[in-house]
């Protein structure tokens, strides 16, 4: 019987090592031990994301050889990512280069994924207070020759007769606990009661305070909010790269890694539980008191439980979350889940289920208390999520009369439009140029990224600000930049940027005739190019430039909200909107000023144009502490009529218009004076 | 290719019928179509307990010719069992008679392999059908772009619409096989619903069976009976020993086995339940079609998935067995559901809980379909459990004028007593001594076991009838007999004979007057005890004796139950009973007449003492095929008043007095003329 080879691989600078089998890819040997490397296009080596450097010599730490050799043959679809120089410092693609011997892997910071600082904090939003889960407590009499009845009855008639809740269920896990439960607390409990309905929690003694999680399950981010659903108190807000991004940077990139893996779907679930287990623990460990230089001896727990009984911040464990709450775009809400998404991915795109699910925390492997619901929101439609859902109720724009359009982009764009009379939503492919992605310089909001720039329109010079740097770089040296790439906001800006200083005409084609040392060909494929930061301003080695293909997938996204926007507009019989409400971290970013000079929605003044945070996460926060919010949920999902946009009439003229810089047809009255004039009217 | 020949047989009284091939012996034909003859000697031919009755003519019903011609010549070894005129009626030997035309065969109750103890057949009760998990057939519409809805809305769209189905939950493990299973149907698909409430199975294209299981959890014996839920036929009965014997074979030493142990009940409750999933396996393999001969190939298993949509006797695996019901006294309940049992073993004997429960399978451990519930009947007390509540609602003494006494002796007495006006249960400790266990040479019923004893009045010979030897021992050479204990029946024939022959006295103590050989004190303990069989006739090597303490351990065991029966009858105020129903095996081995002999209950017509076998294990099946039967069942357990016996006044000088043999005290008018009156004058 022949043994499995293997080998051994140590990841730098994270210090992860282990064996794995010869042959796999460097990829999976990450993912085996837990490293994280960013792969966009989901290992079809064509993103060029997981570059990796295979450091050579002998490792005495860790009694490694390491050597190229060791890497596997080199393969043709590196060559578009790496050049001769870096092959020769030892870069490969992670997707490309495999594991035959022992090796030391480098991963260059551009290359990790999970880097980026996610922060996505609760909003002050107005919630009634009727949660799901609520405590009752009550003194018990003790069984007598008379009244010799069954524990559970006994809890069963009492909470009968005082709080009127009748013919309740009882979790299997928390009968169990009952006989011991009601003698440690003397016949006083404390009986966490689901919906009217079923008993999920018994607790010795009185308990006034009690906790669950929030949960908004971004394509890219997953963030958390651990609320005191006695109190509604935001204790802590946690959030993580969404763990998934291993596999795809984008929906569709994760529902083709199902399609093309037969355990993907397994993986990329078993992925996000596991992170929304990491997140439960953070939140509780984030609730403990400070330790106030104390030692961690036996009295500290005692102290702690102690707490747990009457301080706001009680010392938590995950089996004290007895409610959550989670929306999702549908993809993430299927992978969650569990559900085949591949129908998704195909006209007419349906999805496995639309209305709400309350499942058991056991049956999803999440680990909050055992017998704890987990409440799934319903989703609208195919590509409009519970995510969304999460949003509207949120908004409430069904109980408003002005006509909102509110716009949450994400990774993916989803648009709802109405007030109390009606509501209608759509998606729209903007694709993730917007967060960075797919573009030459694109990077995420981390350190190094270039979130502000400026160009001079008569020296056409450039002026940026970068992240983790306070100064512009007019104030500074050149190797002070440390630029890395260009996030979200840089992209927007370096849009509106180009076209107000006439770099790119509004078709979004370079100015052929402008004379400047920043504009050129690429000397390899012969395209335009402009550059923003010369490379000795960056810790990348060289120049960082936005290229023609940039601008187009800049335009494609901008064009798609618009043209969505315009084509939802005129299915309403509208052709102006009060209110623009934009969620999600991008509306925390954006310019207003600048995403109107670009045309990324329809003209609106600008003090209606306003910013909505994470409204998603908020909907879960509602939806856990108000019950009546998952009902409103479930009523809104099936009465926002879903528009497929793509079949729509004039979808691709719109679409074509949309793309131009700005988008004008004198709905734009707003930009007078903004835009220059003989720009306007170029 | 040969083809087989078959012809048609139908067994009688179960009605169990089918084709099978030709030349086989009565006995396989039996088992193939799960009819339980008799076999004690292993087809040896030499035991005479597979008596069967060929019946002759055309039986239109089944379009079936009978003849005892078809069944095969007359062997020589069938002469010893079957004289010459129950030859003629048509009797043979099911080992010895094959099948070489079409039969009907009818299988007398002594040969009904049903009457072991560790098989407990199902008995003919009216059942109305409304099961708990109902099939739906639905043909849906694909998903378009003007109805995108998805796959499970399309579903509950349907059922409402054509079943008024509303508000519908699906469990989540269904849910996740939505997808797949609608597409391979080809949106034709097959729903089963739980309660109206959830959607527990999805099966793409028509099926009409489906399956169930209602499974007795006795102190000794667990039996299951295999159900389709759709005809309401019973499969197969399957039976075990209790796993749990081996940690004590009464209720009280399984509870204190946990209170020992800290992982006691843990492992109690570990192997009831693979207990329970070993009886769904055999159950699942017992309905396998006979494989005619073919090699197990591929095209095998496409014939069985085939007959799973319409033979009444298709290959099943567990998933296909999508609910479940569960009876069994206070204590098996508990330790089953991992509750804590130890309060019910202190005053006042609170259980944890007396209602019914519905816990998912998987919950349990138990491995029918995963998405299934099982349902566990109500328990009305302490020590009434629902096992109980299963008889009560297979007998619905609530529905009658007549004043019913009930007892179900099983390793615990239950006893039920009154009409539609009242009903009062109570539990006597009878201990196991009816079944033959604490008694120095009790047995079970097996083969070796003593089953009938007569002792001559004047001379004190014994003798004896065992187990699997026809003969009496007054037929029969010593060495014969190959006796091993005393069983059940036997232990009630003794302790009857023993009084009837004066040996022993009213009180229970031995004659100390009698000069027989028999009688003799014990070389070790000096304690008097008196001899059934000599070593000779025996196969331990060593003279079967009763003891003193046997003799008070069985009026113990008379005593309580009679005692209780006579203290529920004064509670209810009455003086006499219409009729005595006997559950349980005891039940269907008791003689009627030894039974008022030995004062075990309170007079009554012998013709209206009547056996109703294992009727907990048909309330399980009620409760299968009849949801209505639960809610019933949590009615009757509420409404049956419990009595604690011990608690009541003159208990004890009842009890006494109940202990003495027989119990006459002028309440037994119908003894007269059975046993001589100078014994009743005694």
Redesign the interface.
């Known amino acids: 019987m022949d043994k499995v080879e293997k080998s051994k691989i140590i990841f730098q600078p994270s210090g992860r090592r282990g064996e794995v089998k010869k042959g796999v890819t460097i990829i999976e040997a990450s993912r085996q031990l837990g490293v994280d490397i960013e792969s966009l296009c989901g290992e079809k080596k064509v993103c060029g994301k997981c570059k990796i450097r295979i450091e050579e010599g002998f490792f005495e730490k860790y009694g490694v050889q390491s050597s190229k050799d060791h890497a596997g043959k080199w393969l043709i679809e590196e060559e578009k990512f790496i050049n001769r120089g870096q092959r020769e410092a030892g870069y490969r693609l992670g997707c490309c280069a495999r594991v035959e011997g022992d090796l030391l892997v480098f991963v260059p910071e551009e290359s990790r994924a999970g880097k980026q600082v996610v922060s996505k904090a609760a909003r002050d939003i107005h919630i009634e207070w009727n949660p799901a889960v609520k405590y009752y407590y009550i003194e018990l009499s003790e069984?007598?020759?008379k009244?010799?009845?069954?524990?559970?009855?006994?809890i069963?008639d009492h909470l009968n007769t005082k709080y009127s809740l009748s013919d309740l269920?009882?979790d299997?896990?928390t009968?169990?606990t009952?006989?011991?439960r009601v003698?440690e607390g003397k016949w006083k409990i404390t009986v966490a009661v689901w919906m009217d309905r079923e008993i999920i929690r018994v607790l010795p003694g009185k308990r006034e305070n009690y906790y669950g999680l929030a949960v908004d399950v971004g394509t890219t981010t997953v963030a958390a909010y651990l609320c005191n659903i006695a109190t509604m108190e935001v204790l802590d807000t946690v959030s993580m790269m969404n763990p998934q991004c291993k596999y795809g940077e984008d929906v569709m990139s994760r529902i083709t890694y199902h399609m093309m893996h037969e355990d993907g779907l397994a993986k990329m679930s078993g992925d996000i539980i596991e992170g929304i287990n990491s997140l439960v623990t953070q939140a509780c460990e984030a609730t403990h008191p400070p330790k106030k230089g104390k030692k961690n001896n036996g009295s500290d727990k005692e102290e702690d439980e102690k707490m747990v009984q009457d301080k706001p911040y009680p010392c938590l464990t995950p089996s004290d979350i007895i409610d959550m709450t989670i929306v999702g775009n549908t993809a993430m809400h299927h992978i969650l889940?569990?559900?085949?998404p591949?129908?998704m991915g195909v006209?007419?795109?349906?999805?496995?289920?639309?209305?709400s699910?309350?499942?058991?925390s056991?049956?999803?492997g999440i680990q909050i208390n055992e017998s704890a619901y987990v409440h799934i929101l319903p989703?609208e439609?195919?590509f409009v999520g519970a995510d969304n859902v999460g949003v509207l109720i949120a908004e409430e724009p069904y109980k408003k009369d002005e006509m909102q359009l509110i716009i949450d982009i994400g990774t993916n764009g989803e648009l709802v439009l109405g007030n109390k009379e009606k509501l209608i939503s759509s998606s729209c492919a903007t694709g993730p140029a917007f967060e960075g992605a797919q573009l030459a310089f694109g990077m995420r909001a981390a350190p190094g990224a270039i979130e502000r720039i400026k160009i001079d329109p008569e020296t056409h010079d450039v002026d940026y600000k970068v992240i983790g740097r306070n100064a512009w770089r007019s104030y500074s040296e050149a190797k002070e930049m440390e630029a890395k790439g260009i996030c979200g906001s840089g992209i927007l800006d370096v849009l509106g940027e180009l076209y107000r200083s006439g770099v790119i005409l509004k078709s979004g084609r370079f100015n052929s005739k402008q004379k400047n040392s920043r504009f050129r060909k690429n000397s390899e494929n012969n395209q335009p190019e402009f550059v923003i930061a010369w490379a000795n301003e960056t810790t990348i080695g060289k120049d960082i430039v936005i290229t023609q293909k940039d601008v187009r997938q800049i335009q494609l996204a901008k064009g798609a909200l618009y043209c969505g926007c315009k084509l939802m507009m005129r299915r309403m019989g509208i052709d102006k909107v009060e209110k623009v409400k934009i969620a999600g971290a991008f509306g925390t970013h954006v310019d207003r000023e600048k995403a109107l000079i670009m045309g990324l929605f329809p003209d609106c003044e600008i003090d209606n144009i306003i910013s909505i945070g994470n409204a998603a996460g908020d909907g879960a926060r509602a939806a856990l502490l108000n019950r009546e919010k998952r009902e409103e949920a479930n009523w809104v999902s099936r009465n926002v009529e879903?528009i497929?946009l793509t079949?729509e009439k004039d979808f691709q003229q719109e679409f074509m218009e949309a793309m131009q810089i700005p988008h004008m047809k004198d709905t734009f009255p707003h930009l007078k004076g903004i835009v220059p004039d003989e720009i306007l009217n170029q």
């Open positions: 069984p007598t020759f009244d010799p009845k069954g524990d559970l009855e006994r069963l269920d009882i299997y896990l009968l169990k009952i006989p011991n003698r889940l569990k559900l085949n591949e129908h006209a007419p795109f349906p999805p496995v289920v639309h209305k699910m309350d499942i058991k056991r049956d999803l989703n439609a195919g879903y497929e079949v």
